[in-house]
């Protein structure tokens, strides 16, 4: 079959590389795939063959990102690199993941015209909402109760004068009309959907396959780098900012510290600016020692390993709607518990109580004492790590979720 998969970038990282994964694990498989991405450089344009997968770099010109509500709507270069691709390689299948920065929804059109099988995978709230549902958390929310994702009018005093009333409207018309199928990363993630206008998404879970261990050494090396030779270890990776509950949780440090005053706190990706400033502004408040807010940047190959081998768990308390919480996973399928929020996607990971805990991130004691809970009992982080590989291992693996996509497929070419 030639698939033609797209995205707004091309990636190893968030739903990039989930889209990047899929492609290369379909090559091998014997599919004939393309991927089309876009640049914002022309001297990245161009054509190469990577893993088994013909990809093509389009330029689209770079703009201010803030307008992407509007942008997305009417992206005139996005959609003519899709017509362009579509005409180029023919394909009986467009599996579209993200658009609504660069490629925009009149890509969708654009591969329909083509005569393909259009599909796509939901990664995030940006069909319905432009902050990620960040304002519909509240304290009264407590896991396990029903939650209705319902955007409205609170959008427009999130966006203020970027809000656009007729943008929800207008994309549920191009997916209603140039999609042939709707895909989710997770049951909650189709629920969103659903509660926005856009029912019958089908769950596709995004899979990981088993990762290397850091090479020898690595491990050591870094912890000691880092001052965390001795530390209990909390994990928080990922872009760090005040949607991704970096704040709360340096508040929850300074309760976990009073019991556990051993552990420290890992940040592994990079702040938004100034946002690191206000990180250690609020430890000095909470009077934590400097030392226990360990800024390590971004990691990747055997030092992102090592990241997830010292930790003792891993804390992803996002204030905004995660569609999956795919650093969950990542920290799952090595055998690292997670205490994780509940709003959104990552319930459909963790397994409460099996795989680790969640919470209600706006709950600063109860984020606390869930972590309190692993690092001081050692026994039960181990049963819970043993949970969280072996949930990972049976129920989002790579292979299980490309066998998913090629079942879609299948249904819409006979």
């Known amino acids: 079959m030639k698939v033609l998969l797209a995205n707004d970038l091309y990636g190893h990282s968030s739903a990039a590389g989930v889209a990047v994964g899929m492609a290369e694990a379909l090559a091998a498989r014997g599919h004939q795939v393309s991927f089309l991405a876009t640049v914002q450089s022309q001297q990245e344009a161009g054509r190469s063959h990577e893993a088994g997968v013909d990809v093509l770099r389009v330029f689209t010109p770079p703009y201010a990102l803030r307008f992407k509500a509007w942008r997305s709507l009417d992206a005139p270069a996005g959609a003519g690199a899709m017509a362009e691709a579509v005409a180029a390689v023919q394909p009986d299948v467009v599996h579209v993941h993200n658009l609504h920065i660069h490629l925009g929804y009149g890509a969708l059109a654009a591969a329909r015209a083509g005569g ?5 995978q939901v990664h995030d709230v940006m069909p319905f909402c432009h902050q990620k549902l ?14 209705h994702y319902r955007a409205g009018l609170k959008c427009a005093l ?10 929800n409207a207008a994309i549920r018309r191009t997916l209603r009309r140039d999609v042939d199928r709707l895909l989710a990363v997770s049951p909650e993630m189709a ?3 659903a509660d926005n206008g856009l ?4 769950v596709v879970p995004n899979g990981i396959e088993p990762p290397s261990p850091a090479a020898p050494g690595v491990c050591e090396q870094l912890a000691a780098r880092l ?3 001795g530390r209990s270890v909390i994990l928080h990776a990922g872009r760090l900012d005040r949607l991704k509950g970096s704040l709360e949780l ?7 510290l009073r019991r556990a005053p051993d552990s420290a706190l890992l940040l592994v990706g990079e702040a938004l600016p100034g946002f690191r400033d206000e990180l250690l502004a609020l430890a000095g408040r909470l009077g934590l020692p400097r030392e226990r807010l360990v800024f390590a940047g971004w990691l990747s190959g055997d030092e992102l390993a090592a990241a997830y081998e010292l930790a003792d768990v891993l804390a992803s308390p996002s204030l905004c709607f995660e569609s999956f919480g795919l650093v969950n996973l990542e920290a799952m399928v090595r055998g690292v518990p997670v205490v994780a929020s509940m709003w959104g996607g990552p319930s459909d990971v963790v397994t409460e109580g099996e795989s680790g805990y969640l919470v209600n991130p706006l709950h600063v004691d109860v984020l606390a004492e869930r972590l309190l809970r692993i690092l001081c009992d050692p026994m ?3 049963e819970l790590g043993r949970g969280a590989a072996r949930r990972a291992r049976e129920h989002f693996s790579l292979s299980a979720t490309v066998d998913a996509v090629e079942h879609v497929y299948r249904e819409l070419i006979p």
Not at 116 to 120: I, R, W
Not at 158 to 167: E, G, I, L, S, T
Not at 199 to 202: C, D, F, K, L, M
């Open 250 to 256: 340096v508040a929850a440090l300074e309760l976990v």
């Open 116 to 120: 393909a099988a259009v599909v796509l």
């Open 158 to 167: 999130c966006v203020k004068a970027r809000w656009n009333p007729f943008r």
């Open 380 to 382: 039960l982080a181990q």
């Open 134 to 147: 960040f304002c519909q958390l509240d304290e009264r929310i407590h896991p396990g109760d029903e939650i």
């Open 227 to 229: 001052g965390l030779l």
């Open 199 to 202: 029912p019958g998404a089908v």
């Open 191 to 193: 629920r969103a959907l």
